[in-house]
């Protein structure tokens, strides 16, 4: 091919363009290979999987199915219909295999550590999350969906370096928290107060339709996210915290709007940007 520079034709060798695209293509694949998929490289917007938004944690929910013409953030079935509600069920299984085979994740046999308060995960390790602990919200038992009870996971997405300012304290709680989430904290400042360093967790009913519709939650293992799932998100195999909320006795054949909040004292709340806040719908028939 051949170009002008001050008038004058200079020739380019076909050689030099086809050393550019292997050098761009190897470039690419340098970096699709070394990039692990877990890790938050990027903190500024959101995405339908980590809902980060500026520096601020998100959550997401599962079980989540998309289709065309339909919400997914609709979670809708028939409890009376095996193939209705086994849709939700494959979709929870599919989603928790990573956390119940460590092998699955890239470095995560390597690098798993058994947290506790007391024993937060040291530099290069990230936590075991045992699947057993959301029991009975588990496989085994269709994760409460063929009961009419159904198990919905919420998961907390932390960005790279984000510290928590827990809410660990009775006399720092907002208002605006729910009063079964203060009155909770409340309670285990006197009796477990080494577990107060939690982002704590709240479902409730969006409208007071709702409020009376959604009956009574249970948060499994707990409501919230321990603080040790906080650190070393950087780390190859880590895997985002998980919270199983059961809805014990929901109104059937209603439309249900929840809306979930994680609590700490650097998370704000901000419904329309999806800050600290997920939403969804519930119908069970």
Known sequence: MACTVRGKPVVIHPAFYAAGIILVAVIGFLIFYHVDPRVHYAIFGASDDTNIVNGIPGLSVRPRITEAGKSETLIMYNSRDKNSYMRWVDALDDFLKE??????????????????????????????????????????????????????????????????????????????????????????????????????????????????????????????????????????????????????????GVLINVECKAWAKNIQHDRDRLMGVVHFELLID
């Open 99 to 252: 956390y119940k085979n460590p092998w699955l994740s890239h470095g995560r046999m390597e690098n798993i550590h058994n947290c506790d308060f007391r024993y937060p995960p040291p530099p290069g390790a990230v936590c075991e999350i045992d699947p057993r602990a959301f029991g009975p919200c588990i496989s085994e038992n269709h994760y409460n969906f063929h009961r009419s009870a159904p198990c919905i996971f919420i998961k907390l997405n932390t960005p790279t370096g984000w510290i928590p300012a827990y809410y660990n304290e009775s006399k720092s709680l907002p208002e605006v928290m729910p009063g079964y989430l203060r009155s909770m904290i409340t309670a285990q400042e006197s009796s477990r107060p080494d577990q107060l360093n939690t982002v704590w967790l709240s479902c409730e009913g969006e409208m007071p339709a709702d409020a009376e519709n959604i009956g009574p939650i249970r948060f499994l293992p707990i409501a919230g996210f321990p603080g040790y799932y906080t650190k070393n998100v950087d780390v190859a195999g880590y895997l985002p915290p998980i919270v199983a909320v059961m809805f014990e006795r929901p109104t059937l």
